[in-house]
């Protein structure tokens, strides 16, 4: 049996043995964008500005900044410079425009190549107010941002918050007012229940290219809702059609219902200070309602 045949049976076993449904959070999380292959084809998705997958248009970002500046200039005093936090900063298209407004700016991302393109962007502009760091938010610790603490805004954009368990999530969100100054804001973007698929489905393309892999290759997805956990797993299986082989990657998304934030952020030691509907409103797919909490 030819060595591609033998791999691909190992493969196609490997999918059925798979115990279904998948449950969130346990047979699997988060993708590991930090595999610097992954990175990189993540990268080329954050710069494409026809998809609105991982990052947004450009225009629609320019109209995310202008909203920004006007929010914090009406709670400090102008001839302060501004102090960011960006969490997921992807390759730094917030943290970049903001500089050039003269705002000082930290990234954090677990992306290298979207890190490195970020640093490199800065150095090129002579953008020494903005600093990235390649962390694992999960990992973060606020004496690692000590000396650019604390900030007058932190955001949180696109669900990114949804991408972690909610213990996690509270967490990352306490290090966030704890980060924050006295009056500062946090620009909270949750995914919305309602724009969550609850129910199950599979799909599978045949790709020359994609996010997973350079080579031609099968993707099989896998969409489970958890009605309990209130939460959803996508499972992608990755066939390399030379060799066979298999790749599994998973992800999670946690569901919340508006008082659930409200109690999350209250836990944290902020409060809800205002509601947005979508700032542009361009692309219903690239922007969610924003919530925007204060530090007392």
């Not at 690692?144 to 213990?167: I, K, Q, R, S």
């Not at 599978?204 to 997805?221: E, V």
Request: proline letters at 8%; hydrophobic letters at 40%.
């Amino acid at each position: 049996m030819p060595r591609s045949e033998s791999e691909l049976s190992k493969s196609v076993a490997q999918i059925l043995a798979a115990p279904r449904p998948a449950t969130p959070w346990r047979d699997g999380d988060k993708i590991p964008w930090n595999d610097p292959h992954l990175s990189q084809r993540l990268l080329e998705v954050h710069l494409d500005p026809a998809t609105p997958l991982a990052s947004r248009p450009p225009e629609i970002i320019t109209e995310h900044v202008t909203w920004l500046r006007t929010l914090v200039s009406g709670h400090f005093p102008e001839e302060q410079a501004p102090r960011l936090l960006d969490l997921g900063c992807g390759p730094g298209l917030y943290c970049h425009q903001l500089a050039l407004h003269g705002w000082h700016t930290v990234g954090v991302d677990f992306g290298p190549a979207s890190i490195e393109h970020a640093r490199r962007q800065a150095a090129r502009e002579g953008l020494d107010q903005c600093l990235y760091l390649e962390r694992d938010l999960k990992a973060l610790r606020q004496e690692e941002l000590a000396d650019h603490a604390p900030f007058e805004l932190v955001t949180f954009w696109f669900g990114e918050l949804n991408a972690f368990e909610p213990g996690q999530a509270q967490k990352i969100l306490a290090l966030a007012a704890a980060l924050l100054c006295p009056g500062g804001l946090l620009v909270l973007e949750p995914q919305p229940w309602d724009s969550f698929q609850q129910e199950s489905w599979t799909e599978w393309q045949a790709c020359q290219r994609s996010l997973w892999s350079d080579a031609p290759h099968l993707w099989l997805q896998e969409h489970l809702w958890d009605d309990q956990a209130r939460a959803e797993i996508i499972v992608h299986w990755v066939v390399d059609s030379q060799s066979g082989q298999i790749q599994r990657y998973a992800q999670c998304h946690q569901a919340y219902q508006r008082q659930e934030l409200d109690s999350m952020l209250a836990a944290a030691g902020l409060e809800v200070y205002r509601e947005f509907p979508p700032i542009s409103g361009k692309v219903e797919e690239a922007e969610f309602p924003l919530l925007v909490a204060r530090k007392p």
